[in-house]
């Protein structure tokens, strides 16, 4: 039997995979995956989980009875790497004893416009955000937070449902689209305008910080340049390093550090999103988890395991973070269908000619003919990924703009 600790990983769909999980955890704990297969995808999840480490199934369980469960066991930290998870693991940490985000934390983590009353009430930054809970709210809510905007689900991620509005009667259309299925509550955001030049031509306008935040100190990990957004606000793809200025980079860490005290988070890993605007950096949003590819970049591009710094946080372990360096710039470039493509792909040219391109050491299909075709799903809509290695970020710019002339779509 091991001599390790036994850490819980709450799982679900997320940031880091099981297999990685397991690989990051090598030497340093034993894993033990929690799932509940009454989530949507998540049937069978028992079954696979355990050819790859110990199971707890909660399904079906309060987390009273599962935090008994997890202390029976002798779990020494609990995690989750999923934002869907979020709420439910700080609820088995509070019935266990274990030491994560509480309850009201992850409150201000998960929804969208309480995150935004903290960060107001913290003198960290106001940013008009209103309520829509139904077509009925959108009149108030639009004269309050003005034109344009952005509608986005009240909680959620990966720019699911999520898009600019510029007057009135395309919100109100919107809106009724969004809610059709009986979705939950939107909110209604004050749009931040970007600097086109804020992180150097042909880059995004926005950037994310990764921190491990250890007894209340936060330690930066690493800022991850983004690649421009394609319509309506999904990403297209991320770098590292960021090519961000020093004056600009110390800026965005000090409003990354700001927003994670004024939210009450005193542990665990953050994903924080900064869009880089004519006025200096403003939050988009905190995210009380690792940030999806973000992990898998760091490996290559600095050699560091931020997945295993999230692991020993959650054990209570003293967490390493050594001066980064990085000798070359990693990215990972997304097959996103235009928002006015067709409803169904039929084809997906170039694949070949990306594969062979200097520094492009995987490519990634990930849809065939017939998959359907939506711009709200956001992420998870992505046809494909490249990855890439270059010298420099002008090779960079040069790399991306031969996969966007290669890669060519056909939709009916």
């Known amino acids: 039997m091991s001599n390790l600790p036994l850490l819980a990983v709450v799982y679900d769909r997320g940031s880091a995979g ?211 957004l394609a319509e309506p606000f999904r990403e297209t793809g991320m770098f590292q390093p960021a090519s961000l200025s020093p004056v600009l980079r110390s800026q965005v860490l000090a409003l990354t550090e700001a927003a994670i005290h004024a939210l009450g988070i005193t542990g665990g890993v953050t994903h924080v999103e900064i869009k880089l605007t004519p006025d200096g950096p403003r939050l988009i949003e905190v995210n009380g988890r690792m940030g999806g590819y973000v992990g898998a970049l760091l490996r290559r591009s600095a050699r560091f395991d931020l997945l295993r710094a999230a692991l020993r946080e959650a054990l209570s372990l003293p967490v390493d973070l050594p001066e980064l360096s990085f000798p070359a710039v990693e990215y990972v470039y997304f097959v996103t269908p235009p928002a006015d493509s067709g409803q169904t792909l039929t084809a997906m040219h170039g694949l070949d000619e990306v594969a062979a391109l200097d520094g492009v050491w995987q490519v990634k299909a990930e849809a065939a003919a017939g998959r359907s075709l939506d711009w709200r799903n956001g992420t998870e809509g992505h046809l494909g990924t490249v990855h890439g290695t270059a010298a420099d970020h002008d090779r960079l710019r040069v790399a991306i703009a031969a996969i966007e002339s290669a890669i060519v779509l056909e939709s009916a």
């Open 18 to 228: 099981a297999v990685e999980i397991v690989a990051s955890a090598r030497k340093l704990c034993s894993v033990l995956f929690v799932c509940d297969e009454s989530l949507p995808g998540a049937a069978d999840t028992a079954r696979q989980l355990g050819e790859l480490a110990q199971v707890l199934d909660v399904t079906g369980m309060s987390p009273e009875k599962a935090g008994a469960a997890l202390s029976a066991l002798d779990v020494r930290g609990i995690v989750t790497f999923s934002e869907r998870r979020l709420a439910a693991t700080a609820e088995l940490a509070a019935a266990s004893g274990l030491p994560f985000h509480t309850p009201d934390v992850v409150a201000g983590l998960v929804d969208k416009q309480r995150q935004r009353a903290r960060l107001h009430a913290a003198g960290v930054q106001s940013t008009r955000c209103e309520a829509v809970r139904s077509v009925d709210d959108v009149p108030e809510a639009a004269a309050r937070v003005g034109l344009p905007a952005v509608l986005k689900p009240r909680s959620g991620a990966g720019s699911v449902n999520t898009c600019r509005v510029d007057d009135l009667g395309q919100l109100v259309a919107v809106t009724e689209e969004f809610m059709a299925d009986g979705a939950a509550e939107y909110v209604l955001e004050e749009l931040l305008v970007g600097d086109p030049g804020g992180a150097g031509a042909g880059f995004g306008d926005y950037v994310s910080v990764e921190s491990v935040t250890s007894g209340g100190v936060v330690h930066h990990v690493c800022v991850t340049g983004k690649l421009p």
